[in-house]
């Protein structure tokens, strides 16, 4: 049973930091792409960033690109969001995502990931 598990959410400051983990379990962590989406409250699910399997290629929107870095440990079977440089408009639900299959290239939709984690709560006040 696949099972992710996000943390490392919380209140901060516009201008700092945070970082969001992300534990898989359940099956082979390093044959997985994945993904960090948010929703933010009265707005639909949004792409934040992606990292293929192999931890080699990333993909990250224009709003984030700069600010955010997403990677991969596999000894610790966790994905990480290292989020700089925080903005009001960052505030939402950070949500991390794996692909169904094995060896699928990293998605920017929301709708190529089949497992979810619960989500954890990022705020920054303006």
């Known amino acids: 049973q696949v099972q992710l598990v996000e943390s490392g959410g919380g209140l901060v400051q516009a201008g700092g930091s945070l970082r969001l983990s992300c534990v898989a379990s359940?099956?082979?962590?390093?044959?997985?792409?994945m993904g960090w989406f948010r929703q933010a409250q009265g707005k639909d699910r949004e792409f934040v960033a992606a990292?293929?399997?192999?931890?080699?290629?990333?993909l990250l929107p224009d709003s984030v690109k700069g600010r955010f870095t997403i990677s991969r440990d596999y000894a610790k079977n966790t994905m990480y969001l290292q989020m700089n440089r925080l903005k009001p408009e960052d505030t939402a639900v950070y949500y991390c995502?794996?692909?169904?299959?094995?060896?699928?290239?990293?998605?920017?939709?929301?709708?190529?990931?089949?497992?979810w984690g619960q989500g954890t709560q990022v705020t920054v006040p303006s």
């Open positions: 995502a794996e692909r169904a299959r094995t060896y699928l290239a990293p998605s920017i939709n929301s709708d190529d990931y089949n497992y």
């Open positions: 990292i293929s399997y192999g931890g080699t290629s990333t």
């Open positions: 359940g099956r082979n962590f390093s044959n997985y792409a």
